[in-house]
């Protein structure tokens, strides 16, 4: 991935957690309070979701998926999915947001986003 497709992507998420941010301020949902909360990548091999894998646990991530993408999706691609407690803030932080994007892109790989329930 080019500086200019990372410089891209992170722009994009930060977009879409400012979205969010209004959003759970509007419903009036807890920013601070430690939550699980799954993050999302997707690799092309399964040594870069491997290696993914390993760099997200050793972040402190919970490596709740690594397996390849359901034929029907993308048979060519891997599945990674990382859960972690942590508060909404530090989710939507762009601190965050740019290191897992840049992990991701160290090893050909791409985060997708996040989610949790609210």
Excluded at 80 to 86: D, F, H, K, Q
Excluded at 104 to 113: C, E, L, P, R, T
């Amino acid at each position: 991935m080019t500086e200019r497709a990372v410089t891209k992507a992170i722009k994009e998420h930060q977009n879409r957690n400012r979205a969010l941010r209004v959003h759970f301020e509007e419903r009036k949902v807890s920013q601070n309070r430690p939550q699980p909360i799954d993050f999302h990548f997707w690799a092309w091999t399964q040594r870069d979701a491997a290696v993914l894998g390993k760099s997200l646990y050793q972040m402190g991530f919970l490596i709740r998926l690594l397996a390849p993408a359901p034929a029907a999706t993308d048979p060519d691609r891997w599945s990674i999915e990382a859960g972690a407690r942590i508060p909404l803030k530090e989710a939507l932080s762009e601190q965050l947001t740019e290191r897992l994007v840049r992990l991701a892109a160290q090893v050909d790989s791409i985060f997708d986003g996040w989610g949790t329930s609210v």
